[in-house]
């Protein structure tokens, strides 16, 4: 019989009344890619937690390499050769990449740092699994592909053999993810044993060699051999119903001009251009998707659009009034909702209970305020009816944000964002982490307030999503808008041209 | 147990004064300041040695949250004690307050101006001490530079520092003097920088009035090898080669006399509700100068003899200094 | 039905740990007491005599009770927004000079308007001197803890000046105080024969006020602020403004209960005014969860350790610094008390049940 | 008066004074530079150096050894520093509260244990402190000898462990993982770094070398212990670890500044500036906001600065 790099047996583990984990099996053959797969709070990251040495279960045992073990902190777990890549970075921005991967580590000459060795043989490992970082550079400067790299460099650097990799693809655009895939590829031939958690089925399909699936913390029908089986297989193991791919074609029900966006310009704190005069305009009804490679201004057009940065030069108009200039608060009344890329700095108040989160912009209006208190009846009521609506999983209205899983945290700004009935909504990434379910359910739910006639700016970093339900897409590069395609028989590659910086399409000139 | 404290306390306020006279002392310091919570302390334990049987001493030390004041004057007073001395001016409201409500009682407050028949006030005259300090200070100087370091400026040390200059004006008049407050009475560090900072700048003799911020004016003699004078005590041992004198107060003459003036019933009665500790009544009085006895000269000396029998017989002209 | 759920969690989380928690920091007390030769048992029932022994015992606590829980109160707003006001002493101070002020200048207005008058400008006086430390923090980016510390001395210095220049009091022999007050300011005395004066009704609104205020927009406002500048400005928050707003006001409170300790009790300005309620106000608005319930009680039960403590010292003659060692020792013993919950749900963890997860909400399919 | 501030003696002595004033709170800051670098704000190092200058005194006084004085201060400041260390990290209690009740107790417990030592007497005891040390050569210079090479030993100490501070910052594998878990704590325990253990160390350190600036007051600059003779200079340590942006250099430029601030004060009210004393006594502090004020833009706290760190919690 095979022999096993992982094995887990009856793992449970609960968190202030939710059961995260129940009686899972887990096993991770030698030399293979597996995937895991489940919905939103199905476990899965607990899970690779617990193989890590981050949380300690109240049941189960764990076998690596056929040898029982107890890992009670990652530093057993890396001496096992062990390592993960966390579903949010874990690396120290004000250092730089060396520092990063030394962290933890022994020096080799006595107490002090030595950066030169570590160095070099970062650079052999790079060249041997071509993952390309500067590592002098500090983590504050790299892109979130290229922090994805330092995470598996610095694995790598610590000779696992084991990796775990949680969501790494969430963060990536296709390109990226070929690299990434490649790179995975690379190490299994190395005979390196790869867990591999996402939420693209094509994704484990492509790339995993078996997959195994959670839903509720449970382990359902063993692990799978990719190739006997289908995307609709997994989806119905994962969330134990048919969840429709693909939507019908729509009928265009785009009315007249909403939003303009004017020959936006914008500087940074370094003086360096990021928006260089952007044009577009949405129209009621309509959804413009916008692609390019992250960091190309995506986040500064989110903040312009929402007022949280004042924009150098140019102008934003809804209905025909003058926007820019005024402040966030202004932005709100007017109706222009936000889903933001930083889920947990920028859109929710980590500390504060789910009930609180869905008011934190709209505490003052008449819906949850009287004469200047709170009207927690309606708070609650509000709250109540949303987590429902939303299918949030938790122990319930008062769990802090910060005890959710990442796709419920989603769930919970675009339930807030979403019932503020608003007339423009910016939605950065709105998909990202979240399950096919939930991930599907959002799509509907932007199309719904589409036909509703809501004007929809819709940045994603999967095309896939971007055809499937925008009427326009729109490609950024560097900061200028390089070509507004009609969302007709365009093909990816198309798009992937534009975002790779070559001009074509409706041009935007200024 | 605690709870019936303070009937027990009514009874014994009532009873009339065969038995010692319950004296309780109430220090905004600590006993042990080196300085006008310590003189004090220590005249009252002397005179209760002297007066064994005749007086019982209670005290309380670091009283110095004036809201406490009130409470710890109203505890005393309904334990029936029958002396209560308050040894700081910002006692003088709640002595006011309370000896209204307690008539029988007496009550003594260490500096301030406000009385009631039940009451009194005593003080020291510093500007005895500045003046005689001032005097010396002004003939030993050989730079013809001198100064004075003082912690909180209040009243008395206000007026001892004042003395202090003019006096040395007096026997010196093209006399430069520096003067200087840390602003409170513990740093004792600040203080040593400062002295330092006089000497530096030429001083040759320091006059600190008082505290432990004076500790570090004498450890700065010491350390730059120059003349300090001290405050409240005899320091000279501090640092013997350098501290050539200074005042000591002390306070059992006054005590003696209030005590006296209760246990003969003419306490209350008594016009005069100033008991004042004077280089007169031997409360105020100059330092040896110990080992630094032969480095003074004689006419120094004679000129200092002199100050004191003029301040004894108020003959030396010195203005009232007030803010 | 969350109203009474999230009150009723706040007063367990402020009363019932504590209890153990003093237990031990009186066993600890009491070993020193031994040490120095004083009998505990008779020390620890002198402290309680002192603290509620009889009528004026009880007013003296309250006495005390009150600035404490004003300033606290005060303090827990600047605290639950994550700015670290600790410069309450300074903010006290400046609230007296200023109520002063009015009411030695403006003596002539009738006392039920001038009181009422010097009361606000006891607000501002306070106010001012932390909203100052708030622009430096907004504008200028400039820690809070740092300046409202450096404000704190140079408001003792300013007084120190104002109560030998200015301010002095003309016919007072050059002593360092103003005048007193006249009668018809003081504070009305709500037990005769004690110093129990109007003050702690006045505190008492507040608390009730405090606890209105956190269920009002504002205060949610300052909760969020206290969950990061990042997205409260996603709120629609404006920072800058709200942290000015945020100390001017507990500040402002730190002034009132100045107010109410010279209106109630001194009736004018001297040295040592303050006597280090700051700290106090620190250590009460924490150990009252930041919660108006809270705080009332703390600050109650920190008035009696203070007032029942300085009995003992006189009584009983314990050092005073012992006293203030035992009050150390109290709070270091009470904020340790997370370590028992801590423990208890760590316990709980282990024996969970799993039906709990279809309690869940939402996740329904 | 101006005619005295502009001779070169009195410079001399305001520098040396500066010096002088700047190195307890100079040690006091080294130290808490690696607490607060670590994530910890610790308001108990008032309370911290006065247990150590009460330690540094009573191991000289019974001794007569300076040197084990020094070391008992610092042991006092790690022991007394470990109280801090278990609120803030084991308890992970509100670390404001933590160290207001670490001042307190301090206050109290040193004056109470100096009375029970040494009694009430009616005059304080002293001993001999660290003499002037002039260094050969360069103490004879001209003008910078005095100012620079003319003091006792401990201020040198001072000047050389913020050398050494910068280098175990910056140089070191401990350094580095002392930055990671200011920084982003989970992700020093995801590699591999004993996060409470790492922090239980640098509130100690702090402690240390509060406990060693406690001692330069009563042993190094005075020759006796008053209680509350440390006088906030615990506090002013906690403003210029801040104010020097966590940099041992600036930390030094810094307590110098405050330090040169109060020498100078002293020295205008000596001569007789006309101006109440109060305003000079206050000029330190408002000095210390306001170049604050010049230099907080650029100030990045670390992100987990006051933040308890449980793995479970996230
Ligand atoms: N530290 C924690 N404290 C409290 N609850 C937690 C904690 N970690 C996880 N949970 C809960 O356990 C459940 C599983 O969480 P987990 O993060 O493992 O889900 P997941 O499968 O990774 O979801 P996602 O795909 O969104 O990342 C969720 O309901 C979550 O709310
Ligand atoms: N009955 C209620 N229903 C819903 N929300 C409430 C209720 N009471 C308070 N809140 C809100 O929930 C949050 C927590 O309120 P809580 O009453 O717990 O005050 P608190 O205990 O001081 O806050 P915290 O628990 O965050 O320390 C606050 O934002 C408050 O506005
Ligand atoms: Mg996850
Ligand atoms: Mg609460």
Redesign the pocket.
């Given at each position: 019989m095979q022999s096993y790099a992982v094995e887990m047996k009856g793992i449970t583990k609960g968190?202030?009344g939710?059961?995260?984990?129940n009686q899972v099996n887990f096993r991770l053959a030698k030399g293979s890619i597996h995937g895991l797969l489940?919905?939103?709070?199905?476990?899965?990251?607990?899970?690779m937690?617990i193989l890590f040495g981050l949380?300690q279960p109240e049941a189960g045992q764990i076998f690596i390499n056929g040898t029982e073990v107890v890992i009670n902190n990652p530093t057993q777990a890396m001496n096992l050769g062990i390592g993960m890549v966390h579903?949010h970075f874990m690396l120290v921005r004000p250092m730089t990449v060396v520092e990063n991967i030394m962290l933890g580590l022994p020096a080799k000459r006595g107490i002090f740092l030595d950066k030169g060795a570590v160095e070099d043989s970062l650079k052999k490992l790079s060249e041997k699994y071509n993952l390309k970082v500067n590592p002098k550079a500090q983590i504050r400067q790299l892109s979130v592909g290229e922090q994805q790299r330092v995470e598996i460099l610095s694995v790598l650097y610590r000779g696992a053999d084991i990796l775990i990799l949680?969501?790494p693809t969430a963060v990536l655009t296709p390109q990226e993810t070929a690299e990434l895939f490649k790179i995975l590829k690379l190490m299994r031939d190395d005979g390196k044993s790869i867990i591999l958690?996402t939420?693209k089925l094509e994704e484990i399909l492509e790339i995993a060699d078996e997959v195994t699936v959670?839903r509720d913390?449970c382990q359902v029908g063993g692990e799978k051999i990719t190739n006997q089986t289908t995307k609709s297989d997994l989806t119905n193991m994962m969330v134990g119903r048919e969840v429709l791919l693909s939507f019908d074609e729509r009928p265009d029900c785009t009315g007249e001009t909403r939003l303009v966006v004017d020959n936006v310009t914008l500087k940074n704190e370094n003086k360096l251009l990021v928006l260089d005069c952007v044009n577009f305009n949405i129209r009621a009804g309509e959804i413009l998707g916008l692609a390019g490679v992250d960091g190309n201004g995506q986040k500064e057009l989110c903040e312009v659009l929402t007022g949280l940065r004042p924009l150098t030069s140019g102008k934003i108009q809804l209905d025909g009034q003058v926007l820019s200039g005024k402040n966030p608060s202004e932005y709100i009344k007017e109706g222009i909702a936000h889903i933001p890329e930083d889920r947990h700095k920028t859109g929710l108040a980590m500390g504060f209970d789910i009930t609180n989160n869905l008011i934190i912009k709209e505490y003052q209006s008449p819906r949850f305020s009287t004469g200047g208190l709170l009207n927690f009846k309606a708070i609650a009521a509000n709250a109540q009816q949303l987590l429902n609506e939303y299918r949030i999983?938790?122990?319930g209205p008062e769990?802090k944000a910060?005890?959710?899983?990442?796709?419920?945290?989603q769930k919970i700004i675009l339930a807030r964002e979403i019932s503020s009935s608003p007339r423009v909504i910016i939605a950065n990434q709105p998909t990202r982490?979240?399950?096919i379910g939930a991930s599907m359910y959002v799509r509907e739910k932007l199309l719904e307030q589409r036909e509703k006639g809501v004007s929809i700016l819709l940045i994603s970093a999967d095309l896939e999503e971007l055809l499937q339900i925008s009427d326009r897409i729109a490609v950024i590069y560097e900061g200028r808008i390089k070509g507004i395609l009609k969302n007709k028989n365009v093909s990816i590659e198309e798009i992937g041209m534009l975002m790779a910086g070559v001009e074509s399409g409706e041009k935007t000139a200024c | 147990g605690c709870g019936n404290k303070e009937e027990k306390a009514t009874q014994g306020g009532k009873e009339d004064g065969k038995k010692p006279l319950k004296v309780a002392l109430i220090l905004p310091g600590k006993i042990d300041d080196v300085s006008w919570n310590q003189a004090m302390y220590e005249g009252v334990k002397a005179l209760e040695k002297e007066y064994a049987g005749k007086i019982e001493v209670t005290y309380t030390e670091q009283v110095y949250e004036v809201s406490n004041i009130e409470p710890t004057l109203r505890d005393f007073a309904s334990q029936g004690y029958d002396l209560i001395i308050g040894h700081g001016f910002q006692f003088m409201e709640p002595i006011i307050k309370v000896a209204q409500e307690y008539p029988e009682t007496k009550f003594a407050l260490g500096t301030g101006f406000k009385t009631l028949p039940n009451t009194c006030v005593y003080d020291v005259k510093l500007e005895d001490g500045g003046y005689l300090m001032g005097t010396l200070a002004g003939l030993m100087t050989k730079t013809n530079k001198i100064g004075v370091v003082g912690g909180a400026d209040v009243a008395e040390i206000y007026r001892g520092h004042e003395a202090f200059k003019h006096a040395a004006k007096q026997v010196n008049p093209d006399i430069q003097i520096q003067e200087l407050y840390t602003g409170d009475w513990r740093d004792a560090a600040k203080a040593k920088e400062g002295a330092i900072s006089m000497y530096d700048a030429g001083a040759d003799v320091i006059w600190h009035s008082g505290d432990g911020i004076g500790l570090g004016v004498v450890d700065a003699g010491k350390e730059k090898n120059k003349t300090v004078l001290g405050n409240v005590a005899d320091q000279n041992v501090l640092a013997p080669n350098n501290v050539l004198s200074g005042i000591a107060y002390n306070w059992t003459p006054v005590v003696k006399e209030m005590v006296d003036d209760i246990l003969n019933n003419n306490f209350t009665n008594r016009d005069k509700k100033f008991y004042w500790l004077t280089a007169a009544n031997g409360g105020v009085t100059v330092a040896p100068f110990h080992g630094l006895d032969s480095t003074v000269p004689a006419e120094v000396k004679a000129k200092l003899e002199e100050v004191k029998k003029g301040l004894a017989n108020n003959t030396v002209e010195m203005p009232k200094f007030e803010k | 039905m969350l109203n009474r759920k999230t009150s009723l969690k706040n007063i367990m989380v402020s009363i019932a740990p504590p209890v153990i928690s003093i237990g031990l920091a009186m066993l600890v007390g009491a070993l020193l007491l031994l040490f120095t030769g004083q009998d505990p048992l008779e020390a620890f029932k002198t402290l309680f005599w002192g603290a509620f022994g009889s009528t004026n015992r009880i007013a003296e606590t309250l006495v005390k009770a009150t600035p404490l829980m004003i300033m606290a109160l005060g303090t827990s707003i600047a605290f639950k927004s994550q700015l670290w006001n600790i410069g309450g002493d300074g903010q006290f101070t400046l609230g007296t000079v200023f109520a002063m002020l009015v009411a030695l200048n403006f003596s002539a207005l009738p006392a039920p308007i001038l009181l009422p008058l010097s009361f606000l400008a006891a607000f501002l006086g306070g106010a001012l001197w932390g909203g100052l430390a708030g622009v430096f923090r907004a504008k200028f980016n400039a820690n809070e803890v740092i300046t409202t510390l450096m404000l704190n001395y140079v408001a003792v210095y300013l007084l120190g000046w104002l109560v030998r220049g200015p301010m002095i009091d003309p016919n007072g022999h050059g002593f360092p105080q103003t005048p007193l007050i006249q009668e018809s300011l003081k504070l009305p005395i709500l037990l005769s024969g004690t110093r129990l004066h109007f003050g702690i009704i006045i505190a008492v609104f507040i608390i009730f006020a405090g606890y209105v205020f956190w269920r009002s927009t504002i205060g949610f406002r300052i909760k969020l602020m206290g969950e990061g500048h990042h997205v409260a400005r996603y709120s629609g928050i404006k920072i800058s403004k709200t942290i000015v707003l945020i100390m001017f006001i507990s500040s402002g409170l730190a002034g009132v209960a100045g107010w109410t300790e010279v209106f109630g009790i001194h009736y004018r300005l001297l040295d040592d005014i303050n006597s280090g309620y700051g700290m106090l106000a620190i250590v009460v608005a924490l150990l009252g969860n930041l919660n108006p319930l809270g705080i009332g009680i703390s600050s109650f039960f920190f008035a009696a350790l203070i007032v029942g403590g300085s009995t003992m010292q006189r009584m009983v003659g314990v050092p005073f610094s012992l006293v203030s060692v035992i009050e150390g020792l109290v709070i270091i013993f009470v904020i340790s008390r997370v370590v028992y919950t801590q423990w208890r749900d760590r316990h709980a963890n282990r024996t969970f049940n799993p039906g709990f997860s279809h309690q869940?909400t939402g996740g329904g399919h | 008066m101006q005619t005295e501030l502009l001779t070169q003696g009195f410079l001399i002595s305001l520098l040396a004074g500066a010096i002088r004033t700047s190195v307890p709170i100079l040690f006091t800051a080294l130290g808490d530079i690696f607490t607060q670098r670590a994530g910890i704000l610790n308001l108990g190092l008032e309370g911290i150096m006065l247990m150590g200058a009460l330690g540094g005194f009573v191991g000289t006084y019974f001794t007569d050894n300076l040197w084990v004085g020094v070391l008992i201060a610092i042991l006092t400041g790690v022991l007394f520093s470990l109280i801090m260390a278990f609120l803030s990290v084991t308890v992970k209690a509100n670390q404001v509260i933590a160290g207001t009740a670490l001042t307190i107790l301090g206050t109290g417990l040193s004056a109470y244990l100096y009375r029970s030592i040494f009694g009430v007497q009616k005059l304080p005891p002293q001993i001999e402190a660290f003499p002037a040390l002039k260094i050969p050569i360069l103490g004879d210079l001209p003008f910078w000898g005095p100012v620079f090479f003319n003091h006792n030993i401990l201020v040198y100490l001072a000047f050389i462990l913020v050398i050494v501070t910068h280098i175990v910052m910056e140089k070191t594998t401990f350094g580095l993982s002392v930055r990671a878990v200011g920084e982003h704590p989970r992700a020093a325990d995801s590699r591999g770094i004993n996060v409470p253990l790492v922090r239980y160390l640098c509130v100690m350190i702090g402690g240390a070398f509060a406990g060693l600036g406690g001692a330069f007051l009563s042993i190094g600059f005075m020759n006796t212990f008053l209680d509350q003779m440390v006088a906030g200079r615990g506090f002013i340590a906690v403003a210029v670890v801040i104010f020097a942006r966590w940099n041992p250099y600036r930390a030094l430029g810094a307590a110098l500044l405050f330090g040169g601030a109060n020498a100078l004060q002293l020295r205008l009210q000596a001569l007789g500036m006309p101006v109440p004393h109060q305003f000079l006594l206050a000029l330190p502090y408002i000095l210390t906001i306001l170049v604050l004020l010049s230099v907080s833009k650029k100030a990045e706290f670390p992100a987990a600065y006051t933040v308890p760190y449980s793995r479970?919690?996230?």
């Open positions: 968190f202030k939710v059961i995260a984990n489940g919905e939103n709070g199905a476990g899965k990251t607990t899970l937690n949380y579903q949680d969501e958690i939420h959670l913390g999983k938790a122990s769990a910060k005890d959710l899983s990442g796709g419920n945290q982490g979240l399950d | - | 869940s | 479970s919690e996230r």
